[in-house]
């Protein structure tokens, strides 16, 4: 029998709200609520607010204008996050259920920032790319005018972590089969 994935449910549900906290945060609490308001925090770490209403790295960012392509969007990365959550459940192996629970956490918080009715969060739709059906991103890492990354989130670097860690014990720390008996020959 499999043991119930407790820790990395839980670990999604911190990443989940963190997230969404910290989303928060940024657009009320420092005001940071129009397309590239900005907040040195660091020489090498800003605090800017983007919307992204596409997927990963912004990609169809440039169709989605349209009401049913954000929802679209919606629909298929709520599939994606229903599609970890079998895996983390079917998952025996207690690191990969703790990555697949970053993967979950992180993709929960982003597609909530896609539901999140309008009157929810009043003053984020300020800008002139309409929130609803958008991610909130602001995490801007640099050095100097390098940007190693896009801007992103919590939940975007708690599932970059987590497929990065997917990554690499799938490609270096899965268990050696025994050699067979015709290997010794």
């Known amino acids: 029998m499999k043991p119930f994935p407790r820790a990395a449910l839980i670990l999604a549900a911190i990443i989940f709200v963190v997230d969404q906290a910290v989303k928060y945060w940024i657009t009320v609490g420092l005001d940071l609520d129009y397309l590239s308001a900005s907040r040195v925090?660091?020489?090498?770490?800003?605090?800017?607010?983007?919307?992204?209403?596409?997927?990963s790295l912004g990609l169809l960012g440039d169709y989605t204008d349209s009401a049913w392509v954000r929802v679209a969007l919606t629909v298929v990365?709520?599939?994606?996050?229903?599609?970890?959550?079998?895996?983390?459940?079917?998952?025996?192996?207690?690191?990969?259920?703790?990555?697949?629970?970053?993967?979950?956490?992180?993709?929960?918080?982003?597609?909530?920032?896609r539901v999140i009715?309008?009157?929810?969060?009043?003053?984020?739709?300020?800008?002139?790319?309409?929130?609803?059906?958008?991610?909130?991103?602001?995490?801007?890492?640099h050095f100097g005018a390098w940007r190693p990354f896009l801007i992103f989130n919590v939940a975007d670097a708690a599932i970059t972590?987590?497929?990065?860690?997917?990554?690499?014990?799938?490609?270096?720390?899965?268990?050696k089969r025994a050699p067979t008996e015709s290997s010794h020959a």
């Open 41 to 55: 925090v660091t020489s090498f770490f800003n605090l800017t607010f983007v919307t992204n209403c596409g997927v």
């Open 117 to 141: 009715p309008e009157d929810v969060l009043g003053k984020v739709t300020a800008g002139p790319v309409a929130y609803p059906g958008c991610v909130i991103d602001y995490a801007d890492l």
């Open 161 to 175: 972590i987590g497929v990065l860690v997917l990554l690499v014990r799938a490609l270096l720390g899965r268990d």
């Open 77 to 113: 990365t709520s599939g994606i996050a229903a599609a970890v959550l079998v895996w983390l459940f079917r998952e025996r192996n207690a690191t990969d259920r703790l990555a697949l629970g970053a993967v979950f956490g992180g993709a929960i918080g982003n597609i909530m920032d």
